[in-house]
């Protein structure tokens, strides 16, 4: 089935790690999203790419890295400079066209210790 | 700047009654605007969207919603509200300008038997 995969669902990680996230899609969408969900604050906007090759930075940016080096793969790593990294980490991919909706993986908790 | 406002952290209503969830956005240009349901540590499921045309759009699970372009406003409705539906709701636009989109701080819908 068409989808989006994010993994793994749940990381434990020490403090001053750096940790990847992996995130692909099977449903041939060139745009990709990583959001960021805290209680309370919704989802923030942390990078985003609409091609191969290329991505833009969300609004909290700080502390994260990405690639887009497939189609089908946007990774995101959270690295020590990331302040307060522990959060629900949310993957989501759109077709082409402008008013499309957002397809979203079901999220990879990350637990800093 | 583009934004959404949920004015509200909870919703509580009982089994059977209607419920409204409430949304207000801020854009420039034509609003894109789309509501999404999240279960516990799950992803975000799309409901339903406004690109343009008729102000009352149904989406899945017997979802709607209500634009408003005056009061620009965007309220989830169900006519009939089953204890299944209690969740959490987000209200989102995309920026016209670019492949962002701008989510609100979510609002809890609570269903009570």
Redesign the interface.
Known sequence: DGGITQSPKYLFRKEGQNVTLSCEQNLNHDAMYWYRQDPGQGLRLIYYSQIVNDFQKGDIAEGYSVSREKKESFPLTVTSAQKNPTAFYLCASKGSGGTGELFFGEGSRLTVL | AQSVA?PE?QVNVAEGNPLTVKCTYSVSGNP?L?W?VQYP??????LL?Y?TGDNLVKGSYGFEAEFNKSQTSFHLKKPSALVSDSALY?C?V?DGG?????????TRLKVLA
Do not use: M, P, S
């Open positions: 949920q952290d894109y789309f999404y540590n799950r992803g975000l499921q799309f969207k690109i987000f989102a995309r670019t492949y962002k989109y701008i989510f609100g701080t979510g």
